[in-house]
């Protein structure tokens, strides 16, 4: 059966309804497809998808996120691509386009996860147990008790060049879900900031985290020599950033870094 869906650029897609060999290219939505119970139907990763493990040691890997291997894509014959418009390089997603379905996300705030998730459900004849995700997400977010001090906050993705987060970002918006302010809020999406830039906005907090550059404890350092009065800390990046079933986790997470 041939089904049509608009996806959240607003792209018409048709493919085979249920999808029975399906290529993810985004982390945090593999880990959802698997939440939702498929597993067989999942053909293709990749190398960035670690969860779940079990995904990760068997099925395909077909690059990564911004390296697809589209010969590799091809050879797994996909009834239905899952991407990303941030996640993924618009011309490898344009080029696989024209051979096979792909729905696209679009996400830069719980709202918007919260509807990835739902209907990614649709597209995989999971709707039930993607309403049980989301009523869970949601619950869980409604009882975040929001810190008290609204810290003024700076977070970290990259290194060399130090790289923060905009206020149109899914990480910006999870800051701001905790109680916090973005210090980097009057920017967008994922400005370069300079050591010198850090000292003059002076945030109160500092976040290091894990992915999508490793930080570490020698990084601390550095951010210490600039702000010596400012709480640095290494944070888990999934939490933060991972916009699918992760949320389930990130609550509790966030719940807990926000009393530290």
């Not at 350092?221 to 010596?228: F, G, N, S, V, Y």
């Amino acid at each position: 059966m041939r089904r049509t869906i608009i996806d959240m650029m607003g792209r018409e897609v048709e493919y085979s309804y249920p999808p029975k060999r399906i290529v993810s290219v985004v982390p945090s939505q593999t880990e959802l497809l698997y939440d939702l119970g498929l597993d067989e139907e999942v053909v293709g990763i990749t190398k960035f998808c670690v969860h779940p493990e079990a995904w990760f040691r068997s099925k395909t890997r077909i690059g990564g996120t911004k390296q697809l291997y589209i010969d590799k894509i091809r050879d797994l014959k996909p009834d239905l691509i899952i991407a990303n418009k941030e996640e993924n390089t618009q011309d490898q997603i344009e080029e696989l386009a024209k051979e096979f379905p792909v729905w696209l996300s679009d996400i830069q705030n719980i709202p918007q996860a919260l509807q990835m998730i739902q209907v990614v459900g649709q597209l995989a004849g999971k709707e039930h147990k993607a309403a049980g995700i989301v009523d869970h997400v949601v619950g869980g977010f409604n009882a975040l008790k929001r810190a008290t001090a609204p810290k003024r906050v700076a977070y970290f993705i990259w290194y060399k060049p130090w790289m923060s987060v905009g206020k149109d970002t899914f990480i910006s918006n999870m800051i701001h879900t905790i109680g916090w302010q973005n210090v980097f809020a009057d920017r967008s999406r994922y400005p370069e900031i300079t050591l010198e830039e850090l000292k003059e906005y002076n945030p109160e907090l500092v976040l290091l985290s894990s992915e999508p550059f490793p930080f570490k404890e020698k990084h601390i350092d550095e951010i210490k020599a600039i702000l010596p009065n400012a709480d640095v800390k290494l944070v888990d990046g999934e939490m933060f950033s991972w916009y699918g079933s992760r949320m389930l986790k990130a609550v509790g997470y966030m719940q807990a870094i926000s009393n530290s």
